[in-house]
C-alpha cells in the first residue's frame, strides 16, 4: 500500500543536542509537511515543501529546519531542542498544492526532550 | 481571520448511542471542509471531506454536510463503537490557490465510546 511512513515513533533527546527526524512517502506526491502537535492541541504546520521548493510558516522558530534530498524523503532537523519542542511531529503529503488538496498523515514521531 | 470551532470534549458515550460533533467555521470564501480522525498514538486520518455547499461526505458510518448557510460542518453517526474511541478533527482548507493543502484545524474532540 501507498503510505507515509516516519521514523522512528519515538525519539528522545537531550536538551540542546541535535536530533533529526525522518519522512518518506510512496505515494509520489509533490508536497510534504511537517507539523508539530503538542498534547491536546491540534497539529501546527511548521512548513512545507512543494517540490524542492522550501515554504516556511511566518512564526516558526529558527530552531527547526528541514531537508528533502528527493521526492521520497523529507528531515525535519532541530538543532538545539528545548524542553518546549517535546511533541508529537507529523508528515504528510499532498498531490499538489491546488485549491483542494487531500493530505496523507504518518503516524507520528513523538519527541521526549530530557 | 479564518477558523474552525469545535465543540469541547470529551465526549463520552454508550456503545451503539448516536454522536454529533458540532463544527462551524470562519472564512472569507468558500473553502473545502474535513473531518480528520487520530486514534490514540497515531497521526491523523481523513475521515470525510466536502468540497462545496450541500455536499455530504461519507465513510465508515460517519456523515457530514456542508452548510453554508451556517458555517457548519457537523460530524453525525448513528450508532457508535467502542473503537471509534478517538480525537475527531474539524478543518479547512482551499481559500487560497496554491495553498490548497495547507489546513486550518479546530482543536480537536475527545470522543470515548464505553462498552
Known amino acids: 500500500d501507498a503510505m507515509v511512513i516516519q521514523n522512528p515513533r519515538y525519539q528522545v533527546t537531550q536538551f540542546g543536542k541535535p536530533v533529526t527526524l525522518s519522512c518518506s512517502q510512496t505515494l509520489n506526491h509533490n508536497v510534504m509537511y511537517w507539523y508539530q502537535q503538542k498534547s491536546s492541541q491540534a497539529p501546527k504546520l511548521l512548513f512545507h515543501y512543494y517540490d524542492k521548493d522550501f515554504n516556511n510558516e511566518a512564526d516558526t522558530p529558527d530552531n527547526f529546519q528541514s531537508r528533502r534530498p528527493n521526492t521520497s524523503f523529507c528531515f525535519l532537523d532541530i538543532r538545539s531542542p528545548g524542553l518546549g519542542d517535546a511533541a508529537m511531529y507529523l508528515c504528510?503529503?499532498?498531490?499538489?498544492?491546488?485549491?483542494?488538496?487531500?493530505?496523507?498523515f504518518g503516524p507520528g514521531t513523538r519527541l521526549l526532550v530530557l | 481571520g479564518n477558523s474552525v470551532t469545535q465543540m469541547e470534549g470529551p465526549v463520552t458515550l454508550s456503545e451503539e448511542a448516536f454522536l454529533t460533533i458540532n463544527c462551524t467555521y470562519t472564512a472569507t470564501g468558500y473553502p473545502s471542509l474535513f473531518w480528520y480522525v487520530q486514534y490514540p498514538g497515531e497521526g491523523l486520518q481523513l475521515l470525510l471531506k466536502a468540497t462545496k455547499a450541500d455536499d455530504k461526505g461519507s465513510n465508515k458510518g460517519f456523515e457530514a454536510t456542508y452548510r453554508k448557510e451556517t458555517t457548519s460542518f457537523h460530524l453525525e453517526k448513528g450508532s457508535v463503537q467502542v473503537s471509534d474511541s478517538a480525537v475527531y478533527f474539524c478543518a479547512l482548507s482551499g481559500l487560497v490557490y496554491n495553498q490548497g493543502g495547507k489546513l486550518i484545524f479546530g482543536q480537536g474532540t475527545e470522543l470515548s465510546v464505553k462498552p
Open positions: 504528510a503529503t499532498s498531490s499538489d498544492t491546488g485549491f483542494v488538496e487531500t493530505q496523507y
